[in-house]
């Protein structure tokens, strides 16, 4: 069984991207282990903890993905692979909330970024509050370690896996929102 860390969590479009590498390289026999932070990932990959490695490098609408950056040069590894996928974005509360009752919303850097134009325009005077990743943070407000009049941006995923209510849908400002994702293996010795 192949092992893929990815920089995400359960029902995070690293989820997705790590099964697309797997379809992509025939990979039918895995185990994806949900590292968080793109830093785990890259030490597990050169400490031959997992054998593969996915993380984000950048957003059409985002941008670069900065903790992607710093944990390259801090980490030597092999790029297998280099590709997008689509990022759909939603707004996910706990059921029977409702838009005008959402005192703060949580989310990845990345995400809050990405739905910069939609959040000025709804959420102006609302804290925006960095997570260490859309999944997690969407797992948090569903066992209640998030505020109950918090809303999250995450995968569409995350409403079912977590039993959230997608309050809207496709919020990120770029309707054609990519984002480039690397497979990465530990560098073999030369």
């Known amino acids: 069984m192949k092992t893929i860390g990815i920089q995400g969590g ?28 793109s830093e785990q ?20 609408q985002g941008g670069v993905v900065i903790e992607s950056v710093e944990a390259l040069s801090k980490y030597r590894c092999d790029i297998i692979e280099m590709f997008h996928i689509p990022v759909n974005q939603n707004l996910l509360g706990v059921a ?25 325009e709804h959420f102006w005077s609302r804290p925006l509050i960095e997570e260490d990743d859309t999944a997690e943070a969407a797992r948090r407000l569903a066992e209640g370690k998030l505020p109950p009049n918090a809303a999250v941006i995450a995968n569409e995923a995350c409403a079912e896996l977590y ?12 309707k054609h929102n990519l984002t480039l994702f690397l497979g990465i293996k530990k560098l073999e010795a030369e």
């Open 163 to 174: 039993n959230l209510e997608i309050l809207e849908k496709s919020i990120h400002d770029l």
């Open 96 to 120: 029977g909330t409702n838009i005008g009752d959402i005192m703060e919303i949580h989310s990845h850097q990345q995400a809050l970024r990405q739905c910069k134009d939609y959040l000025s």
């Open 10 to 37: 359960k029902g995070s479009f690293s989820e997705e991207a790590a099964n697309l590498f797997c379809k992509n390289h025939g990979i039918s026999d895995s185990k994806i282990i949900y590292q968080i932070s």
């Open 41 to 60: 990932v890259l030490h597990e990959v050169e400490n031959n903890q997992t054998e593969y490695g996915i993380i984000a490098m950048e957003n059409a």
